[in-house]
């Protein structure tokens, strides 16, 4: 295994060496480059409220209303603590409106998986920082391509996973670390049952280890944590195999096998395509330039290739209306544990086998990943420009009608582009949450109703069974609805706007 921090390193001719140092500053240069542009992305998807989308809305409607936690599902109950925290901390503290909530709540989802695997390179040891591709990849290859799906769990839970491989790998030699990392494991059985595809990774890890122990404290650590890690899968399986909800197993397998994770009602999600192809050229960097040195130019010519490939792709999703998939991005929000996996087995090959940093994290692989970056990047701003164009539709309807509004009333305005956005954006069983938490100051005149076959989590027709919310008043809704003659009125225009 590789040597942990806490001893000295067992080559410090090559820490010495300019090369090596020169390799050191350009992972660390690709690493804060990466984690900077992809917190920018997710701040300003943030403000946006971007996190709304499907059962972002949900969620923040059912926090407001309790003014506390919302739990609800016990396999990702860490998860959930981790990103409602700051929205309930800020409704305790202060006074804060539903839409800085909103915000609050979307840069949570969005930033979490960003900051926690940000973490890797503070556990990682200085002779070890190259290894931070490997989480950094997670990032890229796994969580970028769902993240419109901002309230899937699945990326907090996987980058919890690589803070605590790397804490195994690489540290942990010493009593107080492994107190550490014991402690993060108890929170680790409630962060997703889909992390059963990774945890046996950290099984792996404990065997790595277990070959080079020195003494019996550090074997008797290991046993515990194969004992505590066994126990976590087990819980998980327990969810997989009696789902909370049913046909939820079912459609995760639908969404894998039909490849909708790629393409998905006509729809393309290009931030897959481009970690699809820079995986596979950065698996032959891997491979194949690790072993023959002469393989220098070919790695060359791969990361050439995808940088051109990464160029061209990066405008799609601005230019063409069918790069923009939210569908897709749903269909994809177990690719970060999908992918983690993978990239965590070559990261333990690479340890186990001793392989030199510097032949592959080189160059050409750093290109791939600052080229995939920027690609990634480009179609979360155009998805973050498409969504925002939607709040504003949302909004502006809003303040336009009054009463309970038929869903059918909403598809055709006229206005192709806008109606086109409608039908991508919307979910029609949130549909009537969003009308109030986005309701202009807190003044709800009209609720956009459920379609036919909808889910109906609350029943908008009847006022006094609506969402008691700080901030929200619903006298005017009722009086639309009433009529003013007590007679319940058809949805229209409202009359100061007409």
Known sequence: MTAAAERPSRDRSLAAAPDYARGQLAVASTFAGVVALLLATALLAALTRRGLYQDGAYYLYRLGEREWFYLVDPARTTVQVLRQAPVVALMKLGDASLPTLAVAFSLAMLALPIVITALTWIIAPRDARAFVLFPL???????????????????IGAAYCWVLLFLLVFRTRRILSQLVFVALCIPAFWLHEGLCVLMPCLLLAGALRLRTATTALERLFLLAVAVLVVAIIHYQLRWIIHPRILG????????????????????????????????????????????????????????????????????????????????????????????????????????????PTRRWANGPSLVIVLTLAL???????????????????????????????PWPSTLATGDAARDADWRMMSAGWVTPILSILLAPGGTVHAIIDYPADAWRPIEPANVANLPKLRGITYAPYEQALRGSDGVPAAAGNRPDTK
Not at 137 to 155: C, I, K, R
Not at 267 to 287: D, E, T
Request: aromatic share 10%; glycine share 6%; hydrophobic share 60%.
């Open 137 to 155: 990849l997670h990032l890229l290859a796994g969580y970028s391509t769902m993240d419109f799906d901002a309230v899937a769990e699945g990326a």
């Open 248 to 355: 939820e197993r079912e459609s995760a397998l639908q969404d894998l096998y039909g490849f909708h994770f790629i393409y998905h009602d006509g729809k393309l999600n290009i931030p897959a395509v481009s970690a699809c192809v820079a995986s596979l050229a950065l698996l032959w960097i891997f491979f194949a330039g690790a072993r023959e040195p002469a393989a220098a130019g070919t790695a060359r010519l791969l990361a050439a290739g995808f940088a051109v490939l990464a160029v061209a792709m990066a405008p799609l999703p601005w230019l063409v209306e069918r790069c923009i998939a939210p569908h897709a991005q749903v269909a994809a929000r177990y690719d970060p544990v999908f992918a983690s996996a993978a990239l965590a087995l070559v990261l333990l090959y690479a340890v186990a086998t001793r392989l």
């Open 375 to 405: 690609a990634q990047s480009s179609a979360d701003l155009a998805a973050t420009a498409r969504w925002r164009a939607y709040m504003a539709d949302f909004s502006g309807r809003l303040s336009h009608l009054a009463g309970l509004v």
